[in-house]
């Protein structure tokens, strides 16, 4: 069988491939653009996070719900420590350093904190510390159980 090819169908399947390669250099270029802002975003503005568990109860994870509750963590406050009492905050656990928990900050520093069942049942929280409890009591792995964080 002979093709038969003429020359406006060689110009459009020269044009196509010339506008493929525009769109996957583009594609590219803005990639590599766009991944390092992303990162970057992510590393020292916000990112997402996902809740488990009941800590949290009934700010965060409300009822038997299977679905679990998604936050923006602001890591530009954080940064300025424009931490104020009743913010939810995430830290890193003192029982696992690879897990992150989310609580809500009862006490800064100088403050007096009358503890659930932690060794001293008053504590002073030191410079440069906070408070933090989970709003389910007695479901919550907190500073009652490590200390000023």
Avoid at 44 to 68: F, I, T
Avoid at 96 to 115: M, S, Y
Wanted: with cysteine.
């Amino acid at each position: 069988m002979k093709k038969i090819c003429c020359p406006f169908t060689s110009w459009i399947m020269a044009q196509a491939q010339g506008l493929g390669r525009r769109y996957i250099k583009a594609f590219f270029k803005g990639f590599f653009v766009a991944v390092p802002v992303t990162v970057t975003f992510l590393d020292r503005v916000a990112c997402v996070a996902r809740v488990e568990g009941a800590s949290m109860q009934p700010s965060l994870n409300p009822g038997e719900r299977q679905v679990s509750d998604v936050v923006l963590l602001n890591h530009w406050s954080i940064r300025n420590y424009e931490v104020q009492r009743g913010d939810i905050v995430s830290l890193v656990s003192p029982k696992n350093p690879e897990q992150k928990i989310i609580k809500r900050v009862i006490a800064l520093e100088g403050d007096i904190v009358k503890t659930i069942g932690y060794k001293n049942k008053y504590v002073k929280i030191p410079h440069g510390h906070i408070w933090v409890e989970g709003d389910h009591h007695g479901h919550s792995f907190d500073s009652n159980a490590f200390g000023p964080k």
